[in-house]
């Protein structure tokens, strides 16, 4: 039976939980809730459903397969990627992907800041000078290895790819001079399982 994933019909927090669906090749549904037009973007589809389904706390993305019932994005994708032996072998690598999913989640929460604020326009100078000493935080951490963790792929480089090409789409010379980002996102994208999905 497939394991069931969802959340509005939005990339959002659902987007990198996605992509390690589709990467490691599990079988689910899913599950997209629709909201209703502005201005008031009825959500009833998903909250007329919202406290029956057995959840400890009730929340959009939501995850479960069998028994398991899980909500909270990073929870998703921690347990998607312990079945699949994406949470790092070494100790080093461990560490590496602790830190780079809480600098993902900081990064991710200053860009939605970002992006719903009326004032956008206004504040894209500002938030593009400050996204790109992130960027380049995250490339010398990156180095010369191919992904984030070390060498070998793990769950962090999911949420990673989705926020870097979000900012690509907002900015494309916000990577210039950073060529191991954009070859960290041309090696994702490359992946089978990826280039298939997109």
């Not at 009730?58 to 699949?84: C, E, F, H, M, W």
């Not at 900015?171 to 001079?177: I, R, V």
Request: glycine letters at 6%; one cysteine or more.
């Amino acid at each position: 039976m497939p394991a069931t994933f969802a959340y509005w019909a939005i990339r959002g927090l659902a987007q990198p939980i996605r992509l390690l669906l589709e990467y490691t090749g599990t079988d689910y549904e899913d599950k997209k809730y629709v909201r209703g037009p502005a201005p008031d973007y009825d959500g009833s589809e998903w909250l007329n459903v919202k406290y029956s389904l057995g959840l400890d706390f009730p929340n959009l993305p939501y995850y479960i397969d069998g028994d398991v019932k899980i909500t909270q994005s990073n929870a998703i994708l921690r347990y998607i990627a312990r079945k699949n032996n994406l949470c790092g072998e070494t100790e080093e690598e461990q560490v590496r992907v602790d830190i780079m999913e809480n600098q993902a989640m900081d990064f991710r929460n200053a860009n939605v800041r970002f992006v719903y604020n009326p004032k956008l326009k206004e504040l894209k100078p500002g938030y593009l000078k400050e996204a790109r000493d992130k960027v380049e935080q995250f490339s010398r951490f990156l180095g010369s290895k191919q992904w984030f963790a070390g060498d070998k792929i793990t769950f962090v480089d999911f949420p990673m790819y989705e926020l870097l090409e979000q900012h690509r789409v907002l900015e494309p010379s916000l990577f210039d001079g950073l060529q191991n980002i954009k070859d960290f996102l041309a090696r994702f994208e490359a992946l089978p399982k990826i280039a298939q999905y997109m």
